[in-house]
């Protein structure tokens, strides 16, 4: 097999295909969206619906940060940021009050997105932040600053995508009081809104008592299989729920999707006429078009 027939020379040629095809333009918002995707439910595609949002959305010309608040670090491999020891990461941001900007560095691929990532060193943040003064607000207090410091150097910036640990403590807790949207991916699958509402009392907690300005304006249905009842049903029950604020756009199951992380990319560089991709790029039109009501 010669090199050029290996993955990872079609997934390099993706690349350069995806910069090849920038998509027409989204129209900016009115100020930077700060958005949480969270969902305490593991395995509902969150770290891989932040990236490919992300990207989808800096493809079209919006200019987004993505900060990686999960310990295991999913979304900087995604993203093919560097996020060994040694790496200036949010945990330094959280704990030691490193500025933002030493640490967020631009994507490699995509034009436009940032990335802050996260290192091993974030899993002992939980405990770290117990004793910490304001704890709950240290990465609201840094990315606040962060915004007017990228503003100056680089124009500013249209989507802050924070992307949470499965669980809610401190640090998605700090996601939540540093947002003003809550963004949920959620699986078409049995079991779909399993947790859900556990999340949301914590979501109207932060909001009653730290973040008056949070509320959910986004969910997106992941992992549909248009061949079976089950995801066609649970669809219909989310919207049935959350009406509007659930995007048109489901993501399907797709082989791609699944394949993109293990060579470190986004599935809209790695396979950019994928059904997944694709359907990423469409939901990113989506989230930038919302209605004021909904948002």
């Not at 969902?39 to 900060?67: M, R």
Request: with cysteine.
């Amino acid at each position: 097999m010669s090199f050029d027939d290996t993955p990872l020379a079609r997934a390099a040629e993706a690349a350069v295909q995806v910069q090849q095809r920038r998509v027409g333009s989204l129209p900016a918002p009115a100020r930077t969206r700060i958005m949480t995707i969270a969902n305490q439910k593991g395995g509902v595609g969150k770290t891989t619906t932040t990236v490919n949002i992300a990207a989808a959305l800096a493809l079209q010309g919006l200019s987004v940060l993505v900060i990686d608040l999960d310990p295991q670090g999913n979304a900087s491999t995604a993203l093919s940021v560097e996020h060994h020891a040694n790496v200036p990461s949010i945990y330094d941001v959280l704990i030691d009050g490193r500025p933002m900007s030493e640490v967020a560095v631009p994507v490699p691929e995509f034009e436009g997105l940032w990335c802050a990532p996260a290192t091993l060193d974030l899993a002992g943040a939980e405990i770290e932040l117990v004793s910490v003064v304001a704890r709950e607000y240290r990465l609201r207090k840094a990315v606040s600053a962060y915004l007017a410091e990228h503003e100056a150097k680089h124009g500013r910036l249209d989507f802050v995508l924070i992307d949470c640990p499965p669980s809610l403590g401190l640090l998605t807790l700090n996601a939540l009081v540093c947002a003003e949207e809550v963004f949920i991916p959620i699986q078409c699958e049995y079991y779909a809104l399993e947790g859900l509402g556990q999340l949301m009392r914590t979501v109207n907690l932060v909001a009653e008592d730290l973040n008056p300005t949070l509320k959910l304006s986004t969910i997106l249905l992941t992992m549909f299989d248009a061949r079976t009842r089950l995801a066609a049903q649970v669809a219909d029950e989310v919207r049935s729920h959350f009406g509007d604020r659930v995007l048109p756009t489901a993501i399907p199951r797709s082989v791609r999707v699944s394949e993109a992380p293990s060579y470190g990319q986004t599935v809209i560089a790695y396979d950019p006429g994928s059904s997944g991709a694709l359907s990423y790029l469409e939901a990113a039109r989506e989230l930038a078009r919302q209605t004021p009501s909904a948002v």
